[in-house]
């Protein structure tokens, strides 16, 4: 069993930057393709981010490219997201999860995920 654990979420307001963290306990973490989605209220859940096994390719979702760069320590077992110029918009629940098959932007390629950890923005 793999768990995820999101932390840094909060309240930020538009404009401002968070950074979140997911700490992997499956020592075959560096092995696997790591990614973080979203659900706001009302709507699907949507992919935000992903990054290979080694760190060396990164995918993003064209609302979040050039503010949002996911990052990975394996040695910490680690995935990061740093969100920069933040918008109202991006106010959602963000999740990480493991990947195990099929394409960086697949809800159901992921077979771990994390609790979530929640972000607001204000206007």
């Known amino acids: 069993q793999v768990q995820l654990v999101e932390s840094g979420g909060g309240l930020v307001q538009a404009g401002g930057s968070l950074t979140l963290s997911c700490a992997s306990s499956?020592?075959?973490?560096?092995?696997?393709?790591m990614g973080w989605f979203r659900q706001a209220p009302g709507k699907e859940r949507e992919f935000v981010a992903a990054i290979s096994p080694s760190g060396g390719s990164t995918d993003y979702a064209d609302s979040v490219k050039g503010r949002f760069t996911i990052s990975r320590d394996n040695a910490k077992t680690t995935v990061h997201l740093q969100m920069n110029s933040l918008k109202p918009e991006d106010t959602a629940v963000y999740y990480c999860?493991?990947?195990?098959?099929?394409?960086?932007?697949?809800?159901?390629?992921?077979?771990?995920w994390g609790q979530g950890t929640q972000v607001t923005v204000s206007s």
């Open positions: 499956a020592r075959t973490f560096s092995l696997y393709e």
């Open positions: 999860a493991r990947r195990t098959t099929g394409r960086p932007g697949v809800v159901t390629d992921y077979d771990y």
